[in-house]
């Protein structure tokens, strides 16, 4: 019978039904507990609201939500309370069958923490708790799922799994009739009927219905970030950013890849990661349908349609649609070079420029073209010598359009209209418009003859003089 049950779980049958509404169940305690609702058809009604209950007891409870009535008081503060069982549960002072259980749990009290953990140093109240946390240095998974043979490493995540193979709902609210997996769900959600607040600030005495909302209200009385670091004394807004920002100092990566083992502080990180080797992606541009594998990156292409441009410069108000950009543009008034090459100490303002300048040194050339397959150490030289072969001249002249396959010879070539000559000699002070040309110049000063003849090993100072000179052998 037990196991009949039990395969209900994986095939999602549910044989029982109810004659009036049709709904199905898994079990016949299921459908017991459904056929009270229409057996007492709701027979309790509010006066004010007219709101209606399956029992007596709950329409008492609402009630108060209307009249603020509070009957239930705790001898010793005098706080009240809308039901008995909150009453109970305030004045509940917790026993232990063993001192050892006392004693640990007195720790919460006394926020001493005696158990340390030998990695990341920290502490923690219960031993339980540290054995917990070392799972996340061990990445250990003890608990498997009996169907999927998934593995976690806490008995209460492989409980909340399990749920989603079975589909059951065991926490049921006769009010409204929704269903819950977990009893805190419930226990939140029926506060909502109840307007009770069990949580109350020390400082204000403002009630909550939820712990999490009086943790973001206490932040008003803290300066809104109560959580603060031990090693650098940084403060956080919430307990879990400081437990992410924890892992700065003990270098904790808990997250690592099935694939290829790569380890991540943060599971946000690993799963952008996991998307290279699956190719997923999820972000879908709405305008022209490219699809992206981070949201980060959708949002920043988006601007390409938009043309928004929300990042502006303090310094001359020049804006931009990406803060990267807007970063590396304010390096122009700062004149910062925060990239040093290795190898010869040359500092650059871009991190691609440090990259690109690298290959100086290894002598790599990635960049191949498919053409006549001469090799490029930098994209944007492969980019101007393939026009080459397409004769594509993108670059034009506003004065006398004519085109250009390289923005340098554009700039070059504007100089002829507005007889601009930038590059001066340091010998004779001669000015030129063009580098090439006052390189040309200096070896008449220099008498460096660069251009030698295989032939006769005679040398000359133009290269145009040595092609001249070669056509006589």
Do not use: W
Not at 162 to 182: L, Q
Not at 420 to 447: A, E, G, I, M, Q
């Amino acid at each position: 019978m037990y196991l009949k049950k039990h395969l209900r779980t994986h095939t999602n049958e549910k044989p029982f039904a109810c004659d009036t509404c049709n709904k199905e169940f898994s079990l016949k305690d299921y459908l017991r507990k459904h056929l009270i609702i229409h057996m007492t058809e709701k027979r309790f009604a509010c006066d004010i609201c007219n709101k209606v209950f399956s029992q007596n007891s709950k329409l008492m409870q609402h009630l108060r939500t209307h009249t603020k009535e509070k009957p239930f008081a705790c001898d010793v503060c005098h706080k009240e309370f809308f039901e008995k069982r909150n009453l109970n549960r305030h004045l509940l002072t917790k026993k232990f069958y063993q001192k050892l259980r006392l004693k640990q749990h007195f720790n919460i009290h006394t926020k001493e923490k005696l158990n340390s953990c030998d990695i990341c140093h920290k502490e923690f109240s219960r031993k339980s708790n540290l054995i917990r946390h070392l799972r996340v240095h061990t990445n250990e998974k003890l608990f498997s799922c009996d169907v999927c043979h998934k593995y976690f490493s806490q008995k209460a995540h492989l409980n909340m799994h399990r749920r989603t193979h079975t589909d059951k709902k065991p926490y049921f609210c006769d009010v409204c009739h929704k269903d819950f997996f977990s009893k805190g769900e419930f226990t939140k959600h029926f506060r909502i009927h109840t307007n009770e607040k069990p949580f109350s600030c020390e400082i204000c005495h403002k009630d909550f219905s939820q712990k999490s909302n009086l943790n973001v209200h206490l932040r008003i009385h803290t300066d809104g970030k109560p959580y603060s670091c031990d090693v650098c004394n940084k403060k956080f807004s919430k307990k879990i950013n400081l437990d992410v920002h924890f892992r700065t100092h003990t270098d904790e990566k808990p997250y690592s890849c099935e694939v290829c083992n790569k380890d991540f502080s943060y599971k946000s990180d690993l799963d952008k990661h996991f998307r290279i080797h699956t190719n997923e992606k999820p972000f879908l541009c709405e305008v022209c349908c490219k699809k992206f594998s981070q949201k980060s990156n959708l949002n920043k292409h988006l601007r390409t349609h938009t043309n928004e441009k929300p990042f502006s410069c303090d310094v001359c108000n020049k804006v931009f649609s990406h803060k990267s950009n807007l970063n590396k543009h304010f390096r122009t008034h700062t004149k910062e070079k925060p990239f040093s090459c290795d190898e010869c100490g040359k500092r650059f303002s871009r991190k691609g420029n440090l990259v690109a300048h690298y290959r100086i040194h290894s002598n790599e050339k990635p960049f191949s073209c498919d053409v006549c397959k001469k090799d490029f150490s930098q994209k944007s030289h492969l980019d101007d010598h393939f026009r080459i072969h397409t004769n594509e001249r993108p670059f034009s002249c506003n004065v006398c359009n004519k085109g250009f396959s390289q923005k340098s010879n554009l700039n070059a070539h504007l100089r002829l209209h507005t007889n601009v000559k930038f590059f001066s000699c340091d010998v004779c002070n001669k000015n030129f418009s063009h580098k090439s040309h006052l390189n040309v110049h200096l070896r008449t000063h220099t008498n460096e003859k660069p251009f030698i003849c295989d032939v006769c090993n005679k040398s000359f100072s133009h290269k145009s003089n040595l092609n001249r000179h070669f056509r006589s052998h």
